[in-house]
């Protein structure tokens, strides 16, 4: 499966496979001192370095083509409680330079 016809959920999914992958190995290795072990975890995690790199490429890609939100023309009205007695609320209007 190459890098384009990869959905983001499948790069997912490859990608905790790997990482999963790599616990009995690397008990193998740290407890063991086993050397091929240590090649194979060395291995899984240029594989998920491979992965990430590809799962952060396409979520860009997918975030770039979700159009941008409206800002909000005119003036903002922010209001907050007053902490001195009477308890009532401060008005404060906001002029938005544009």
Partial sequence: MTEQTQTITQ???MLVE??????ADF???S???NK???S???MTLLSVKKLSDSLRKQILAQQKAIPKKEKLPG???LVRESTSPPNS????????NE
């Fill in 89 to 96: 609320p401060v008005e404060t209007t906001v002029e938005k």
């Fill in 18 to 23: 790997a990482v999963a992958g790599l616990d």
């Fill in 11 to 13: 790069t997912y999914a």
């Fill in 40 to 42: 194979r975890v060395r």
């Fill in 75 to 77: 003036t903002l009205k």
């Fill in 36 to 38: 091929s072990a240590g």
């Fill in 31 to 33: 407890k063991k001192s």
């Fill in 27 to 29: 008990t193998k290795f």
